[in-house]
């Protein structure tokens, strides 16, 4: 049998590293998983609302019932794709789903149909059901400026916990992050395993944005209107929603909510990983919004920002909005 490919941070992590703390994504696996056609799959490019769409999908497809999967992780409601089909081998992997809650020896076949499966993975190292089948794909985008600062938070508390790669040394200033964000070549592997930069990501589903079986959503819309991206999330999947339940779930899903909720906090992993109360640490509901970059870019660093951005969109007509 062919050794299965394994996609580690493109050649950049050694081999110590890899061992320490690599996480080892079997691409045949993944390339090969068996799609249904009325599988959901929920991608994002991280720290673009990830943790806020896996609080909103189960519960427009089970019609508004809170209470019947609150409780469950968020982690076996909507799986990784990339967690769930990771090498065997991967101790690092097995340690994250374990401390997300996830039992061992789940399988995303365990899940109810629908299922809502979620990744970080760019489009070339998806599923070619996905494509074959017609899955639903939902898209959420969000303006690179503030996935830079919440990846710096995200990154700088990995590395202080000795999870990095590439790298020991803990990211210090602002400036460190930028960088690493603008080439994609982060200092922690579980923030961006593909090396896969924010607008090769972004533009990959934009480009199909007018397929059937494509909803691209803006993280920003959804601040400005949760309500109306619910119907239009709950249309997409063919999920009737009531009023109420409309209501309910924007409740859920608000971040003052969230901010209390251990399951979308992940407290168990924020505990067990990051120390402190998971209210305060968890990088998966810290402070949202849009605009906070403004408080971390120099003059000097936007305008270098806004360069590579304009490089970047020069042949899109893809509009982001970066403060509200
Ligand atoms: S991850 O690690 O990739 O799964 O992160 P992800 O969940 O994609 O993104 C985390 C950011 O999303 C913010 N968030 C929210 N914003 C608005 N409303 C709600 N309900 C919500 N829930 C999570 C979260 O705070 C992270 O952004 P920052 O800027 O770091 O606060």
Redesign the pocket.
Known sequence: MPKATVVQLKDMVDAETIAKSGLRLSLDKIRDFQVRGDDVFLI?Y???????MKEIVPFILNGGNIDEIKDTPADVRVPYLEFALSSDDDERVKQIQSNFNVPKGFSLDDLKPPRTICT?LRREFLPRGIEEKRAKVIYVARNPK?IA??TY??SKMLMEKGLGCRSSEPYGDFNDLLHDFLEAEYRTQTVVYDGSKWHEHVLEWWNRRHEGNVLFLKYEDM?QDIKASLRQISEFLSAELSTSAVEKISNH???KT?KKNRV?LKGDYCEKILGGKSEETS??????GAG?WKNYFTVAQNEMFDRHYREWMKDSDLEMTFEL
């Open positions: 994002t991280p720290k673009s609302g990830t943790t806020w970080h503030d600062v919440s938070y995200f601040l899903c608000s971040f969230m979308a990088p998966f509901v810290r402070k949202g906070g």
